[in-house]
């Protein structure tokens, strides 16, 4: 069953960048470039990790993809079609939560609901469901300000997740948090997005943690600095649930931690 | 008694929300139990509530009364009973003027912070706005309001509206923008990833976010305000004269009749409508604002809880829920989703661009071609407009120079009540901001003090000074300094007080002296803060020149040399061809001051004393 899934998902393509190139101007009429000549696929049922030295445009890179940049060269592609503006597959995770600060939790993961024309109702049960599912149950009417930073993080992926997205972007999801908190929530996350009936389809996260990709990650890209550029590919193999003690998850970390050394 | 039962309410209040938060099924607003308190509660809100609805019924009826046979009225009754009824008047026109002002502060910042080529014009066009004092837009349209309301009080009340309106919008439009530049990016990627649509973003991010400023700034607008009262409310432009029934044209009048006693119970009236607003609407609306932007431990305002622990409230919030519920769908449906296009700017799209672009405006709409264009426009009409002034009957090249030389004398005396101010007024800022306890206690108090107009004592003020031998050449500088003297101060107290407890810990590891705390720590930190409030002053300043280098009408008048007293003096007359000339003249040095000082000092401060 597992095999037939697997095998079906690979021939998939659900997002394809080409040739995307992201210059800034630098303001005294300059050019900066962040991105150079990347093209990647997204297949359908993968975890995609980004990771590589800060200023190697891997935010800016997962920003295309969500298409919140919209790239200077290069196309991006969302089941075959051209983006325009925000990709509208996609959940977004952000490095702060970015949650707002006047709304309830309960509001706050309302907030994409509301955008698509879900009415009160609706609304009120499928948010109360996907907060009860990170574990938030009983938070409904807290705000932000009452929150533990995991827990305003788990907001932020309860508001991604209710929209049943077909891709989650997750940018650093877990750096502000601390070390415990960071392995516990990562643990959870790894846990939904390696399940059978898991929502999303696809997931592209950028990540600072070696041992983070290797975990979670299908597929991990290294990505060189000066101008950003994809400087290898890596695929991860190990059957899940992943363990970091077991000799080839270590063996492939290494891999993973030489690569980044020379990009 | 009351304050007792309503303090004990606070913490039944404080106990349910409590409850709210630690109990799991959370009771709605609809099964909220009867109790005294919160009946006692609906009583308050419903019986202050009828009563201030009764005042400003009483007030508005004499707003839109018909004009008497004998036309506009030049004075009103100076029966000291007559105040509590003249004092809603003011405070009704005030009110309309800020709900005018927040409507036009929203719609102007989200149009700069939206669309870079409106920016590029609403900006600069908001500094000179800013620099043309309140007398100038009176001049200039009390025709028009006068011609719209035909036969009714309603276009005098309409034009004081207005002069109102002009002191307090451009700095709220500036605060509005200034927020959502600063919105973080995390958030506006949140909204369009999300794909929130431009109405949900309007109100679920930019007015939350950037409310809190606004109030602040609304509050101190409103001082600025209350400061041209006189002048808004005693129409004397145009050779005219219309008195319309307020505190201001109370103590105008008073003032002209040689009453000082009754100039200071207009003043002590002013004092009791200040402190009443500031319980009624600024304690409760910056409480709110606060608890909008997350922070626990703000201010408190008791009306605020009152207001909350009625069943008024929930009943609100119910009926805003079901409206707010249409207009997302409605007004979401017509204006599209943020970051794209909706269907009326694509339409209007395809008809431009069936439209043949001419070379020109191909060429000048890259966006450093659009500014250049803008820039030799601007210069070709304000030269065209020195030169068509001077070449005006009853005005030559000789007056155009007068005009520049009391120019000069003015910029004199702002600039010097500039640098008092800054002497004065950063060490206490600073001491105030930097302790924790003087602050709580300070600013508020502060606040109300800046709120006074002290234009209303000016006759007062101006007598004294003439007993201690001070001319008005002199005094002019007091008179403009205590109007625009308080941004120095708040801005300066705000950055204080934000200065990051690591910094102060360091001067004291580092055991430094005063003078190396105050040169290393102190003043870097709040140098920004002080560009901005200095600005702030000076515009100020500018403004009040107009009413601080010209005191009193009539008989009583004493002015001094000067392009305020000069534009004053032109536009009661209602000599337009000077009203413009000294206007323009004002607007040129205003602009020219931020373009050469104060701008090149506010990115000094930004690259070189930014605290992140």
């Known amino acids: 069953m597992k095999m037939l899934k697997k095998s079906v998902a690979e021939t998939a393509t659900l997002l394809s960048a080409h040739n995307v190139e992201v210059t800034y101007g630098d303001g005294r009429g300059g050019k900066k470039t962040i991105l150079h000549d990347v093209s990647l696929d997204v297949r359908d049922g993968e975890v995609v990790a980004l990771v590589g030295a800060s200023g190697a445009g891997k935010s800016t890179l997962l920003r295309v993809l969500a298409g919140l940049v919209e790239p200077s060269a290069g196309s991006v592609l969302y089941r075959g079609r051209q983006l325009t503006g925000a990709n509208p597959g996609a959940g977004f995770v952000f490095q702060s939560a970015a949650l707002l600060p006047w709304l309830t939790v309960q509001k706050n993961v309302e907030v994409g609901l509301e955008a698509r024309g879900i009415g009160a109702q609706a609304r009120a049960e499928f948010a109360r469901e996907a907060i009860a599912s990170m574990g938030l149950a009983g938070y409904e009417d807290s705000y932000p300000r009452d929150l533990s930073g995991g827990q305003r993080q788990r907001v ?29 929530l990562r643990r959870e996350v790894a846990g939904l997005l390696g399940s059978e009936d898991r929502i999303v389809r696809s997931v592209v996260i950028v990540t600072h943690g070696i041992e983070e990709a290797v975990e979670m990650a299908d597929r991990v890209i290294v ?5 950003g550029h994809i400087f290898h590919e890596l695929p991860i193999d190990l059957p899940r649930p992943r363990d970091a003690r077991d000799p080839a998850f270590q063996e492939t970390a290494d891999a993973l931690r030489a690569l980044l050394g020379e990009a | 008694m009351i304050r007792v039962a309503t303090l004990s309410l606070i913490r039944v209040q404080a106990v349910s929300r409590f409850e709210a938060l630690t109990s799991r099924p959370v009771r709605g607003d609809a099964q909220r139990s009867f109790t005294a308190r919160s009946l006692a509660a609906d009583a308050l809100v419903l019986g202050l509530g009828t009563l201030t609805v009764l005042i400003l019924m009483r007030a508005v009826a004499g707003a839109v009364a018909p004009i008497a046979p004998a036309g506009v009225p030049a004075r009103i009754s100076l029966d000291p009973a007559l105040l509590p009824l003249y004092a809603a008047r003011s405070v009704l026109r005030m009110l309309v003027a800020l709900a005018c002002s927040f409507v036009f502060a929203l719609a102007y910042g989200l149009a700069c912070a939206r669309s870079r080529r409106l920016c590029s014009i609403l900006l600069p066009l908001l500094d000179v706005l800013q620099s043309v004092p309140v007398l100038g837009f009176l001049s200039a349209t009390v025709t028009v309001w006068l011609a719209l309301f ?6 005098v009340e309409a034009a004081s509206i207005f002069a109102i309106f002009t002191s307090q919008a451009w700095n709220m439009a500036l605060s509005f923008y200034q927020s959502l530049a600063g919105e973080p990016a995390e958030l506006d990627e949140m909204a369009r990833s999300f794909r929130l649509t431009r109405w949900q973003r309007f109100w679920t991010l930019d007015v939350p976010f950037g409310l809190q400023q606004l109030i602040w700034n609304a509050m101190m607008s409103m001082g600025g305000a209350w400061f041209f009262l006189s002048a808004s409310e005693f129409i004397s432009v145009n050779g005219r004269t219309m008195a319309l029934p307020g505190i201001g044209s109370f103590a105008a009048l008073a003032a002209e009749a040689g009453r000082m006693d009754l100039v200071g119970l207009s003043a002590l009236a002013m004092c009791a409508v200040i402190l009443a607003l500031d319980i009624l609407l600024w304690r409760p609306l910056t409480a709110w604002s606060e608890r909008l932007q997350g922070s626990s431990d703000g201010r408190r305002s008791l009306v605020l809880e009152v207001l909350r622990s009625s069943s008024v409230a929930g009943a609100m919030r119910r009926a805003m829920r079901v409206l707010a519920e249409l207009l997302n769908r409605v007004m979401g449906r017509l204006l599209g989703r943020t970051g794209i296009c909706p269907w ?13 672009v001419p070379r020109v405006v191909r060429a000048i709409r890259g966006r450093t071609g659009l500014d250049r264009a803008l820039g030799i426009l601007a210069a070709i009409a304000l030269g065209s407009a020195c030169v068509m002034l001077a070449s005006h009957a009853g005005f030559g090249y000789r007056e155009l120079g007068d005009v520049l030389g009391l120019g000069a004398v003015t910029f004199a005396r702002v600039a010097v009540v500039t640098a008092l101010c800054s002497l004065i007024w950063v060490p206490v800022g600073v001491k105030i901001g930097m302790n924790a306890r003087l602050m709580r206690v300070a600013q508020p108090l502060v606040q109300l003090v800046a709120s006074f107009p002290v234009s209303l004592l000016f006759p007062w003020l101006v007598l004294a000074m003439a007993r201690a031998g001070i001319g008005l050449g002199m005094g002019s500088l007091l008179l403009m300094a205590l109007g625009s003297q308080w941004y120095i101060l708040f801005n300066v107290i705000a950055a204080a007080s934000a200065v990051p407890a690591e910094l102060r810990e360091l001067a004291d590891i580092m055991r430094m002296s005063a003078g190396q705390r105050w040169r290393q720590v102190y003043l870097p930190a709040v140098a920004g803060a002080w560009v901005s409030g200095a600005l702030a002053t000076a515009g100020g300043a500018w403004n009040a020149s107009v009413v601080a280098e010209v005191v009193g009408t009539g008989a009583n008048a004493v002015s001094t040399l000067g392009l ?14 000077h009203a413009a000339a000294g206007i323009a003249v004002m607007c040129a040095l205003v602009v020219l001051t931020n373009v050469l000082v104060w701008k090149p ?12």
């Open chain 2, 344 to 356: 009326w700017e694509l339409r209007v799209r395809a008809l431009a661009g069936r439209v043949a």
């Open chain 2, 601 to 612: 000092l506010q990115n000094l401060a930004a690259r070189r004393f930014a605290l992140n």
């Open chain 1, 156 to 184: 932020g992926i309860a508001r991604a997740l209710v929209l049943h997205p077909d891709m989650l972007f997750m940018d650093e999801p877990f750096s502000a948090l601390d070390a415990p908190t960071a392995e516990r």
């Open chain 2, 564 to 577: 305020g007293s000069y534009i004053a003096a032109a536009t009661t007359t209602g000599d337009a061809v």
């Open chain 2, 150 to 155: 035909p036969g009714s009080m309603l276009g």
């Open chain 1, 223 to 227: 990505m060189g600095a000066n101008p």
